[in-house]
């Protein structure tokens, strides 16, 4: 918890110590009011107090005493609305840095751990964290102390009543009860709703980790995310507000029957002390005994949640300074020498030698299993080599500083990465767009023909990883991502599996054109036609993984 979130919650106890010393306070006014309407004598021991106030002819008293309860209960329900907004909000900020932790934490996290382990640290953790461990602390230091309060004040008033058997207690509420369960159903119903589509942001961004931070762009699956899933936290908060209702309402319709039964024994001048003084005691018992229960449940509530307090405590990896005038940095060439990977015993790369600069392109090609990727994560910083060196810019570079280059990258996988969005949104991953990286990136990837097919356009919204739409289609929009991105080194991994052969070899030639424009390109391809407009050739089918042509 931050600094901030421990002081409010600090003061939350603090309101509800104080609403519930108010509770007592007001028992015992309550039991000032029995006096006066049942033992009339002892009025003289209130001298102090005004003689309307202490007049048993008048149901002034009791009115005055009503309201006053009104009202605190009013502060009291307010004060557990705010505790119930705390929890919202503390768990939404939570969840942003859990997400956030993933989104900058270590490819090994994103490849070997399942996305529903993921979810669930990111979404029910932070809110059982809240609602399980602080909540129950917070409500055990309440309830504690209202049981010692009322407790106490029974004792000084009549010890022997303390013995008294509580009794149930059936206030006429069952129109609040009927009320407040539509009011139920209907948050719940919203927080279904808008826990599916976080869910959705979620799994996406949680997917999108590699294009995440190739395009810059952990700002972007954040706020869609967070969007939602402030919408979700919102509405378990008006449920908890909602369950917690009938209790305030309970304790003031049966004041208002203690009220019935003082004005029925002052008309009818009957003397109704003995039922007056067992409700009273019914209304603290009422404090007690569901006190006693409560505390036991949050005992065992609190340890059952308690795994949540230490995988809320990881914090993001600690990542090394960086020069300033690191970021941003043009990727002018890129060397791997003697570079060796090995994985669970086995040599995926072993010896790997290559150069590039600008206007070259690089096709890397190698059957099935033989590190096409891998390479590609080790230039990346995902991975780091068991052997030999990286350069950038002629500049031998360990894994973080790898990792800054991104921003001069684009990357085009073979599954194309999409999220339940607009084209627009697909392309630019942003909301904030540049029409003319725009128009020529839509161009290049021959989407103008997808796009007029559709009366939306760039508005038109794709279905859940572009289900809607053909692969060829989903692999135009990928490539146009990387176009807008307007990177010095594209990344591309056969990113053309699911296009024609005219189509194949038109982008090939604009790769082509940009590669002598200035730019590093980079294909793994398994098809050798594809390999004709490169200019370099890399075998990983080679014993020794060299460079095999140069142009």
Known sequence: MTGKERQKLGLLIFLDIAISVADIVFLALLLFIIQLYTQPSRSASYSFLPSWLRDQRSILPIAIFFLLFSIKNLVGFLIYRAQCKFIGQTSTRLSSDKLQAFLEGEYANYINVDSAIHIRKIINYPIEFCQHILGGIQQIVTQTTLI???????????????????????PPIIAVFYLVKRKLRSSRMHS????EHSLQHLKEALSGFVESNIYNKNDFFLSRFLHWQTKFNKHIAELLVLQGLPNRVMEVFALLGLFALVAFNHWAANNGSTIIMVGAFIAAAYKIIPGIVRILNLSG????Y????????LHPRGLPNTPTNFFGKPIRSLRFDDVSFRFSNHDLLKNLNFKIGKGDFLGITGDSGKGKTTILNLLLGFLTQTGGTISINDKIANTFERQQYWQQ?????????????TILRNIVLDEVVNDDKLHRAVQSAGLTELLNTYPEKLRKVIAENGRNISGGQRQRIAIARALYKDASLIILDEPFSELDESAEQSLLQRFKVLSQEGRLVILITHNRDSLLFCNKIVSLDMSDMSLRRSV
């Open 306 to 313: 308690e795994f949540t307090i230490a995988d809320l405590q």
């Open 409 to 421: 990258i684009s990357y085009i996988k073979q599954q194309p990465f999409l999220i339940h969005d």
């Open 301 to 304: 509530q609190i340890r059952a």
């Open 148 to 170: 010692i309060l009322t407790i106490t004040a029974m004792l000084i008033f009549n010890a022997k009543l303390f013995l008294f058997l509580f009794i149930i207690l059936l």
């Open 192 to 195: 279904k709703a808008t826990g």
